[in-house]
């Protein structure tokens, strides 16, 4: 803190504290507003009082997240609850959100792989700053500015300033941000526009995804695109087609498989129909944040439905269903015959198993 103590002019040094507190009040209670401090502090430029206070608000993210028998900020720092007397470490912010968030098995993020991990009572995930520390060290250790996520999102995201995202008139409130209530989610806010590529490549899948503001939040366009330029989802999952059609088509046979035991041949078209609007609003009542790619599932679901509408026993995925059915109904049947050869091999005059 020498550099900013050294400097001169205690006005600029009291409007960047409280530039840097209002920044602070800023992502409790987002505004059409822009963060009014941004670090940009090369190497050479360390000596600079500005720097100098940027560098004395990382130390404390430093402090955070330091392991060993006291981890944390020491329990002497708190005076109000809900930690009064009590000391605080990244261990005790992923606890806290594991608690708040005990439905989500999946990044928040891509819905794609796990996040954490757990090593007895300890779990292990990676922290995403969304306003990066290195610009915006002053909210290095903000709680509604660090999100746990896996280690392929917040190794993809840049350290870019993302206020170069940001208009002057909405400011924050054009990027998508964690921990708010003024906006739904993603889920909400966007559907996932499944059609045909109207150009085929050579080793691409046939089908693409885009992401598309809903009915009823037309105006959350420029949101859904900051947030695919961000962490690149709609590239991602674009990129992972046939391991979410893979993963669909299972999930349809799973739900179908009861029926095609019983000797259902799904000859009714109809049939099929009903039974696959029945699993895309199951998946997404039940399954969003706890199997891979649910959202994406959902819309690929969806998309199936209404090929259905469209072609009836024309359409592919009519006739994929069939044809599995066909496959397993003869297994079954097989099964079955097989089952009665076992009770064939036991006397008929065979004592009664004891029961209580």
Same mark, same amino acid.
């Given at each position: 803190?020498?550099?900013?103590? *050294?400097?001169?002019? !205690?006005?600029?040094?009291? =409007?960047? %504290? /409280?530039?840097?507190?209002?920044?602070?009040?800023?992502? &409790?209670?987002?505004?059409?507003?822009?963060?009014?401090?941004?670090?940009?502090?090369?190497?050479?430029?360390?000596?600079?009082?500005?720097?100098?206070?940027?560098?004395?608000?990382?130390?404390?993210?430093?402090?955070?997240?330091?392991?060993?028998?006291?981890?944390?900020?020491?329990?002497?720092?708190?005076?109000?609850?809900?930690?009064?007397?009590?000391?605080?470490?990244?261990?005790?912010?992923?606890?806290?959100?594991?608690?708040?968030?005990?439905?989500?098995?999946?990044? *928040?993020?891509?819905? !794609?792989?796990?996040?954490? =991990?757990? %090593? /007895?009572?300890?779990?292990?995930?990676?922290?995403?700053? &969304?306003?990066?520390?290195?610009?915006?060290?002053?909210?290095?250790?903000?709680?509604?500015?660090?999100?746990?996520?896996?280690?392929?999102?917040?190794?993809?995201?840049?350290?870019?300033?993302?206020?170069?995202?940001?208009?002057?008139?909405?400011?924050?409130?054009?990027?998508?941000?964690?921990?708010?209530?003024?906006?739904?989610?993603?889920?909400?806010?966007?559907?996932?526009?499944?059609?045909?590529?109207?150009?085929?490549?050579?080793?691409?899948?046939?089908?693409?995804?885009?992401?598309?503001? !809903?009915?009823?939040?037309?105006?959350?366009?420029?949101?859904?695109?900051?947030?695919?330029?961000?962490?690149?989802?709609?590239?991602?999952?674009?990129?992972?087609?046939?391991?979410?059609?893979?993963?669909?088509?299972?999930?349809?046979?799973?739900?179908?498989?009861?029926?095609?035991?019983?000797?259902?041949?799904?000859?009714?078209?109809?049939?099929?129909?009903?039974?696959?609007?029945?699993?895309?609003?199951?998946?997404?009542?039940?399954?969003?944040?706890?199997?891979?790619?649910?959202?994406?599932?959902?819309?690929?679901?969806?998309?199936?439905?209404?090929?259905?509408?469209?072609?009836?026993?024309?359409?592919?995925?009519?006739?994929?269903?069939?044809?599995?059915?066909?496959?397993?109904?003869?297994?079954?049947?097989?099964?079955?015959?097989?089952?009665?050869?076992?009770?064939?091999?036991?006397?008929?005059?065979?004592?009664?198993?004891?029961?209580?």
């Amino acid at each position: 803190m020498n550099a900013f103590a *050294a400097h001169p002019n !205690a006005g600029e040094k009291s =409007t960047l %504290v /409280d530039q840097m507190r209002a920044d602070v009040d800023l992502l &409790f209670m987002p505004a059409p507003q822009r963060l009014q401090v941004a670090f940009k502090c090369p190497p050479p430029s360390r000596t600079d009082w500005r720097c100098a206070a940027g560098d004395f608000c990382h130390h404390f993210y430093t402090i955070w997240g330091q392991d060993g028998p006291n981890p944390g900020f020491p329990d002497y720092m708190f005076e109000r609850a809900p930690i009064a007397g009590a000391s605080y470490s990244r261990w005790d912010f992923i606890n806290g959100f594991l608690v708040a968030n005990d439905a989500l098995y999946l990044c *928040a993020i891509c819905d !794609a792989t796990a996040f954490r =991990t757990q %090593v /007895d009572s300890r779990a292990y995930t990676s922290i995403e700053h &969304f306003f990066p520390k290195s610009i915006y060290p002053h909210l290095a250790i903000h709680p509604y500015n660090l999100i746990p996520i896996c280690t392929h999102c917040n190794s993809i995201k840049s350290d870019d300033d993302l206020m170069q995202l940001c208009g002057a008139t909405l400011g924050i409130q054009e990027l998508l941000l964690p921990y708010q209530s003024q906006q739904p989610g993603l889920s909400q806010m966007a559907y996932v526009e499944v059609s045909v590529r109207t150009a085929q490549v050579a080793g691409s899948h046939p089908l693409e995804i885009k992401f598309k503001s !809903a009915s009823a939040f037309a105006s959350s366009t420029s949101l859904i695109d900051h947030f695919k330029t961000l962490y690149g989802v709609e590239k991602r999952w674009n990129n992972q087609l046939d391991q979410i059609g893979e993963q669909v088509f299972r999930r349809m046979q799973q739900f179908l498989m009861g029926d095609v035991q019983m000797g259902n041949d799904l000859s009714d078209v109809e049939f099929v129909q009903e039974h696959l609007e029945l699993l895309m609003a199951l998946t997404s009542k039940e399954n969003l944040g706890k199997d891979p790619f649910g959202m994406a599932t959902v819309w690929m679901l969806k998309y199936h439905v209404d090929t259905l509408r469209q072609y009836g026993n024309k359409a592919l995925i009519y006739e994929n269903l069939v044809q599995w059915a066909e496959e397993h109904r003869e297994t079954w049947k097989a099964l079955r015959d097989h089952a009665k050869e076992i009770h064939r091999r036991v006397p008929v005059d065979h004592p009664k198993v004891w029961t209580t």
